[in-house]
């Protein structure tokens, strides 16, 4: 790569990111709390697609635990920023070392990443054996078991009360640096020698295989980048909505988020990027309709019928595993 | 805690354990036949719920009539299944096949949710059907005795239909070889819909017998028939009958042993408990207990 | 009675065959040799159904003095109704199913239940251990038995037209040699053969007439005796100068 190249590849990806950092003040400045925070939910989604799609487009390791490993970075994140007065309150039984901890908002949820990430090594040391809808099956159980666990774990998480009243931390400019390091990181890995293994891996196992490449290593590296992105992204999440509870982190989520990645075209950023706006948008559009009319679940049926079409008709999603062509150089 | 509390226990196990055994079946058979785990089988259970209610309650047929229209529900639920989602998208990777399922489910969920409303409604049979029967240290209702004895019923006519007819050969020489059946004139499509349309129709009964042994049904209660028999398809050998059927009683003892004998703060854990073993057979044994085909999870 | 007429195959998005042509005359046995990856299974897929060609046609004339019929567009199953029968590649046998289901699985669209009794019994005398072990589950059986119980499944349907894709492979040499015997008995008998072989020795011999195929295409044709003779043929296919 000439130096040349290298400054257009910068530019590809500064321009846009200065671009939205500018569009955010916009939106700040012209919009009501309300529809800022949906913005919000538009940008949290993005992590969440993007980060899937490290896991389940790139690899094609079908995975649902995605909300699990929310939850992990959620709880964690949110017990952490906690005042220790709230602590005492919410939870008397914390040890001590903990209950007398505060940290502030990025640390926590630098930790509440790390520490999912470090579960999806932990799961993805037996689990990734698996294969195809065995994998999604073994990773819905991940998910219902997490949430078991955090229902049954008072001392530390509430239980099905679950922690409310958190901190408000959660603002455009915590989620606009979060949404570019998760594009950036996706990036990097789609067009380094990882990605190409990834890629690799998912086309054709055997191949991949007999070239040396070391697959397990490969899944259980992008189950974990993966996760980390869900727990900063769960972290994001329990401070916007100021709640955190276990039934939060459903199979319904773990759904929401494969229906973006699929729709987007798995194994394309751009598109899962596209998706998770789209979807969001979509939502908040329907909410209205459902509860002015009565019409709950309404949402979801056209959201699971847009799936199942697109299955059908275009199972490569919008995207295909591509991206545009103006932001990918020609050998890319 | 005596030898009678034991014995009751498992006569319970056997009740819940005959419910699963029924779905595994047909959540077996279309996996045997497609290798398709049908994700939304557990929602056809939740169908055939509704529809005996509104039969029985609402139309107030007689109790036979109503068990033959849970039946017939449920079979034309799994025939627009498989031709509305899934025949479309067939030869399409396992996990495509899956996560329509999911979005399948989803959707009868949610449909049930628009159309009846989420509220549970009240599930009462006939009070000659509620009765009590004392036998010695187990007592169980009238329904209880239908549910065990029509459910091994219907077992032995699906096994007897799979192993002695045509369209049992046909179905499984399907489900070893989709070219080689269509080499020997077999219709494929038609051998995957009688499958479809078989399971879904134990599904669809099994919704009475849900019903009828719990008391109170909504739109979301073929989540956990559905879960509980995946797994006992598992435990049994996913694709195989008897292993479907085996499975599905060893889960209900196992279900209702482990909550009736360990202290109560274990059976919180209950669906943790279900999903662990599910991971772990998957991981450990793959076959299950009567299952064939190797390698194909690990 | 079998005419291929430059068909156009794709196996997803690869272009297989490029314009293959042959015909099979009554009463003949033609065999179709080449490498692997030249096309030969794709040509027996596509008369039989499981795969439809992009371009080009398969007519087909079940009666001497019957009317043809395009086969080009039929599915498999109404394909085996017309008195086509495939034996597929890695003999197909349904290893769960007894012997005896096997061989009933393979007269399915049939329903003169004595018409297949009889069947069921001449394959039994053509091959006398499927008798012995009707009940007995077919992945039970050895390689040489599951070929026997491949053909006579085949022979079931009463085929006018036995395809047969391989069955040599995975045999030993008496093994084979017992089995072209029989497959010449059973031409005898009326059954037109088509088959594709990697032993070209053995077909040739066997064949009336073969075609050699590379790369999807059809390179030579002859008879058995006159291929077996063409030096190119030789040194290619039958390991000689």
Known sequence: MTAERRNTAALRFVLPAAAAFVLAYVLQTVLDDYVMSIVNFVGINIILAVSLNITNGMTGLFSLGHPGFMAIGGYVTAILTLPAARKAMFLPDLPAWLAGLQAPFVPALVVGGLCAAATALVIGLPVLRLKGHYLAVATMGFLIIVQVLITNWDSVTRGPLGLNGLADLTTVWQVLPWVLLTLYVSWKVKFSSLGRTMIAVREDELAAQCLGVNLFFTRVLSLALGAFFAGVAGGLWAHLVTAITPSSFSLIMAFNIVVMVVVGGSGSITGSLLAAVLFTVLTEAFRPLEEHYGLYGIGEILMALVLILILIYRPGGMLGTREPRFLVDDDG | ?298 | MLEVDDIHVYRGRTYVLKGISLRVTRGEIVALIGANGAGKTTTLRTISGLLHPRRGHIRYRPEADGPELELDRLPAEEIVRRGISHCPEGRGIFASLTVRENLLVGAYLRRDNRGIEDDYRRVCDLFPILGQRAGQAAGSLSGGEQEMLAVGRALMSRPRLLILDEPSLGLGPLVVETLFATLADINRRGVTILLVEQNAVMALELAHRAYVLETGRVTLSGSGEELAADPEVRRAYLGGA
């Open chain 2, 1 to 298: 805690m005596g030898g009678g509390y034991i014995a009751q226990q498992i006569v319970n196990g056997l009740i819940l354990g005959s419910m699963y055994a029924l779905v595994a079946i047909g959540f077996s058979m279309i996996y045997g036949i497609i290798r398709l785990i049908n994700f939304a089988h557990g929602d056809v259970v939740m169908i055939g719920a509704f529809v005996t209610l509104a039969l029985m309650q609402v139309a107030g047929l007689p109790f036979v009539l109503v068990a033959a229209g849970a039946l017939a529900a449920g079979a034309v639920v799994g025939v627009l299944i498989e031709r509305g989602a899934f025949r479309p998208m067939r030869g399409a990777p396992q996990v495509t096949g899956f996560i329509a399922s999911l979005a399948v489910s989803i959707m009868l969920q949610n449909l049930g949710i628009l159309l009846l409303t989420a509220q549970p409604r009240n599930f009462t049979f006939p009070a000659a059907l509620q009765k009590v029967i004392n036998a010695g240290p187990v007592s169980f209702r009238v329904i209880d005795l239908v549910i065990m004895l029509s459910a091994l019923g219907l077992m032995v006519l699906v096994m007897l239909l799979v192993k002695r007819t045509r369209l049992g050969m046909a179905m499984r020489a399907t489900a070893e070889n989709l070219d080689v059946a269509r080499l020997m004139g077999i219709n494929i499509n038609r051998t995957i819909l009688a499958a479809f349309a078989m399971g879904s129709a134990l599904a669809g009964i099994a919704g009475l017998m849900w019903g009828g042994k719990f008391g109170q049904i909504d739109p979301l209660l073929g989540y956990v028939p559905g879960l509980k028999s995946f797994v006992a398809a598992v435990i049994g050998g996913v694709g195989s009958i008897p292993g479907a059927i085996l499975g599905g009683y060893i889960l209900g003892l196992a279900e209702v042993l482990f909550v009736g004998l360990l202290p109560p703060i274990y059976s919180a854990y209950r669906d943790a408990f279900v999903f662990g073993t599910l991971i772990v057979i998957l991981l450990i044994m793959p076959n299950g207990l009567l299952g064939s085909d190797k390698g194909e999870r690990a």
